[in-house]
């Protein structure tokens, strides 16, 4: 070993590790044998090459999992059956970011809320806000990019009154209720969001 920590090789061991390489080029089953073994050459001719240690689990790299004597063997996905690559994990990628797993998921709300805002009721609510507040921003006074703000959350309305489809939020009376309704721009719009209201 040199003074600085790298191994210098002499004249004989280059000629032993090159006899060693023709030998392994000339027998492929044996090289894939052990490659699949994990074996390194340090490992299979222990006497020409000297360990290699360059940090405590240098052994596992290249290694199939199976052969690793850490390994307690592979974990399934609960909901689709796929392999999960960390044994930490209970669900695949795929399965853990869709629907109720993804933690931003409020009941699929946003399916029920693009059907309110399609139907004929929605639009009659919203014209008759903008009518009542003579198409007015009731903030800035802009008459440009209005849209109709429910005074009380749209969201709050359809988790209070339990509304499970457009039958049940046709029915809700507090949802249709103009002096719910404010016309503001969109600017307005954004900042009421941001306050909370």
């Known amino acids: ?8 090789r002499s004249i004989e061991h280059r000629r032993a590790m090159s006899e060693i390489q023709k030998t ?12 699949l073994a994990g074996l390194r050459m340090h490992e299979l001719y222990p006497d020409i090459f000297p360990p290699v240690i360059s940090g405590d689990n240098h052994w596992t790299r290249n290694r199939p999992r199976e052969l690793l004597p850490m ?6 996905c609960i909901d689709c059956g796929k392999q999960l690559a960390r044994r930490a994990a209970t669900r ?11 933690p931003r998921w409020k009941g699929g709300t946003s399916k029920l809320r693009n059907k309110i805002c399609n139907s004929f009721e929605y639009r009659q609510w ?3 806000v903008f009518t009542r507040d003579n198409f007015t921003c009731q903030e800035c ?22 509304i499970k ?13 103009i002096n719910n309704g404010k016309t503001l721009c ?10 909370g209201s």
């Open 92 to 102: 695949c990628v795929s399965c853990s970011k869709s629907k109720e797993h993804h």
């Open 141 to 162: 006074g802009n008459t440009k990019s209005l849209e109709a703000h429910h005074i009380k959350r749209f969201s709050l309305i359809i988790k209070q009154y339990q």
């Open 186 to 195: 969109k600017v307005c719009h954004k900042k009421t969001y941001r306050a």
């Open 165 to 177: 489809n457009l039958n049940d939020a046709l029915n809700c009376s507090e949802l249709w209720n």
């Open 126 to 128: 919203r014209s008759d």
């Open 1 to 8: 070993m040199g003074s600085s920590g790298v191994y210098i």
């Open 24 to 35: 392994i080029a000339s027998q492929p089953e044996k090289l894939e044998k052990n490659r």
């Open 71 to 76: 390994f307690k063997g592979y974990k399934y």
